[in-house]
Each structure stands twice: as structure tokens, then as C-alpha cells.
Nanobody, 121 residues
Framework: QVQLVESGGGLVQPGGSLRLSCAASGNIFSIAIMGWYRQAPGKERELVAY???????NYAESVKGRFTISRDNAQNTVYLQMNSLKPEDTAVYYC???????????????WGQGTLVTVSS
């Protein structure tokens, strides 16, 4: 049973910073891609950033230069450092893992339960 558990959301003032974490558990051998998506009220879920098992990363244009994604492969954990936050960054942030290989399965995809980030003064 592969599970993703996020933490680190909360309320922050514009210009502030938050760091999100997502830990994957469940007898995992490897995870090809880990990433973050977000869904604002009344909008569709969108990609924020993803990172491969090496160092390759990709960011949405709206967060480039402000957000940094990183991962700890040994701990199956992905992080999202969010700086210079804006009110439009307010959303539920979801962790995603693609290409998950376990003892019994290959190429699984899993989502976290989501963590709310609110940017407001």
C-alpha cells in the first residue's frame, strides 16, 4: 500500500515563505517522478513543479524563480520551497508520484491528500 503524506501548508502573508514536504511510504523500491500540483477554488488542478530521480526539474511559468523543488531519494520524500508568495498562490497543494515500483507492482501513480496554502494579509 503506497501512501503519500504531505505537510507544511498554512497561512502566510504575501512575500512570505513556506516549505511543503511529502513522504512516500509502502515498501517502495523507486519512484521515477515526484511533483506538486495545486488547485485553487473554482479552477482546475495544475502542475506546479516536478523532479525526476536525478536532478531534472520542471516548473510552471508562474512559479519560476520563486519555488524550488527537491527530493531525497533515500527517504522517498519531495519538498517544495515556496518564496515570495503571492495571493494567487493560494490553493490546495497535492503531492504526486509517478512510476512507483514496489515489491509487487510497477509503474504505479499515487496522490497525496492535499495541504492548504493560504497567502493573505
Amino acid at each position: 500500500q503506497v501512501q503519500l503524506v504531505e505537510s507544511g501548508g498554512g497561512l502566510v502573508q504575501p512575500g512570505g515563505s513556506l516549505r511543503l514536504s511529502c513522504a512516500a511510504s509502502g515498501n517502495i523500491f523507486s519512484i521515477a517522478i515526484m511533483g506538486w500540483y495545486r488547485q485553487a477554488p473554482g479552477k482546475e488542478r495544475e502542475l506546479v513543479a516536478y523532479i525526476g530521480s536525478g536532478v531534472s526539474t520542471n516548473y510552471a511559468e508562474s512559479v519560476k524563480g520563486r519555488f524550488t523543488i527537491s527530493r531525497d531519494n533515500a527517504q522517498n520524500t519531495v519538498y517544495l520551497q515556496m518564496n515570495s508568495l503571492k495571493p494567487e498562490d493560494t490553493a490546495v497543494y497535492y503531492c504526486n508520484a509517478k512510476g512507483v515500483t514496489t515489491e509487487s507492482y510497477r509503474n504505479l501513480e499515487r496522490w497525496g491528500q492535499g495541504t492548504l496554502v493560504t497567502v493573505s494579509s
